[in-house]
C-alpha cells in the first residue's frame, strides 16, 4: 500500500457496470518528505474518505478483486477469478505516521 | 485508474485475433490541474468515448478484464466518460 492525499473525486455517469454506485477518489501519493507530488491516480473508495484526507491505496488488482469478490460474499480463491476491471483501492485512513 | 483525455484513435486491421472488434482510441494522461503529463497510451474504448472527452483508463490485468468476453489481450482500456470533477488544490 502507498501513502496518499486525497485530493478531489470524479463523477462518471457513462461507465463500466462495475463502477455503479462506487464513488472514485482522485489520490496522490506522497513521496518520502510527505509531500503529495508524481501522478495522479483513481481509486474507488471504501472508507468513507473525503478531499484532504491522508490514506492507503492499494493498488494491486487481484487485490482489489478478492476485497469486491469477498464482499459479495465469495470464497477468497473464487473472488480473485472475478472479472472486475479496478485496480486501485482506498483501504484505510490515516491516523498517525512516524518517521525516523 | 487513471485520468485521461481522448486525442485521438487508431486504426489497425493486420492484428492479433482476440483485438478484432476492439476501438482503439489515443489518450493522453491528466493531472490534476488537467493538463495532459506527456505520457500517450492507446487504449480500448468500452463506453463509447469520443475524441475531447475526459475519460477514466485501467491498465494491465484490469484492462483485460473490462470486455466482454474478458481476458482480450488488452493492456489499457478505457471505463468510464467523466461528467466532473471536483478538486482541492
Given at each position: 500500500m502507498i501513502l496518499c492525499d486525497v485530493i478531489g473525486n470524479v463523477v462518471m455517469t457513462e461507465k463500466s457496470p462495475k463502477f455503479i454506485g462506487e464513488k472514485i477518489m482522485m489520490l496522490k501519493a506522497l513521496d518520502n518528505q510527505m509531500k503529495a507530488s508524481g501522478q495522479l491516480f483513481l481509486a474507488i473508495d471504501r472508507v468513507q474518505c473525503g478531499i484532504g484526507d491522508r490514506v492507503l491505496a492499494l493498488r494491486e488488482g487481484s487485490g482489489v478483486r478478492q476485497i469486491i469478490g469477498r464482499e459479495q460474499g465469495l470464497a477468497v480463491d473464487i473472488a480473485v477469478k472475478e472479472p472486475v476491471p479496478i485496480k486501485s483501492m482506498v483501504v484505510a485512513m490515516v491516523d498517525e505516521v512516524n518517521v525516523v | 485508474?487513471?485520468?485521461?483525455?481522448?486525442?485521438?484513435?487508431?486504426?489497425?486491421?493486420?492484428?492479433?485475433?482476440?483485438?478484432?472488434?476492439?476501438?482503439?482510441?489515443?489518450?493522453?494522461?491528466?493531472?490534476?490541474?488537467?493538463?495532459?503529463?506527456?505520457?500517450?497510451?492507446?487504449?480500448?474504448?468500452?463506453?463509447?468515448?469520443?475524441?475531447?472527452?475526459?475519460?477514466?483508463?485501467?491498465?494491465?490485468?484490469?484492462?483485460?478484464?473490462?470486455?466482454?468476453?474478458?481476458?482480450?489481450?488488452?493492456?489499457?482500456?478505457?471505463?468510464?466518460?467523466?461528467d466532473s470533477i471536483n478538486v482541492s488544490l
Amino acid at each position: 500500500m502507498i501513502l496518499c492525499d486525497v485530493i478531489g473525486n470524479v463523477v462518471m455517469t457513462e461507465k463500466s457496470p462495475k463502477f455503479i454506485g462506487e464513488k472514485i477518489m482522485m489520490l496522490k501519493a506522497l513521496d518520502n518528505q510527505m509531500k503529495a507530488s508524481g501522478q495522479l491516480f483513481l481509486a474507488i473508495d471504501r472508507v468513507q474518505c473525503g478531499i484532504g484526507d491522508r490514506v492507503l491505496a492499494l493498488r494491486e488488482g487481484s487485490g482489489v478483486r478478492q476485497i469486491i469478490g469477498r464482499e459479495q460474499g465469495l470464497a477468497v480463491d473464487i473472488a480473485v477469478k472475478e472479472p472486475v476491471p479496478i485496480k486501485s483501492m482506498v483501504v484505510a485512513m490515516v491516523d498517525e505516521v512516524n518517521v525516523v | 485508474m487513471n485520468l485521461a483525455k481522448v486525442v485521438g484513435q487508431v486504426v489497425a486491421n493486420q492484428k492479433i485475433e482476440g483485438l478484432v472488434g476492439a476501438k482503439f482510441l489515443l489518450v493522453d494522461y491528466l493531472d490534476e490541474k488537467n493538463k495532459q503529463t506527456g505520457k500517450r497510451v492507446v487504449a480500448v474504448d468500452t463506453v463509447r468515448a469520443g475524441i475531447g472527452d475526459t475519460v477514466s483508463c485501467v491498465s494491465s490485468r484490469e484492462a483485460a478484464l473490462a470486455l466482454e468476453p474478458f481476458f482480450v489481450p488488452i493492456d489499457s482500456a478505457i471505463i468510464g466518460i467523466v461528467d466532473s470533477i471536483n478538486v482541492s488544490l
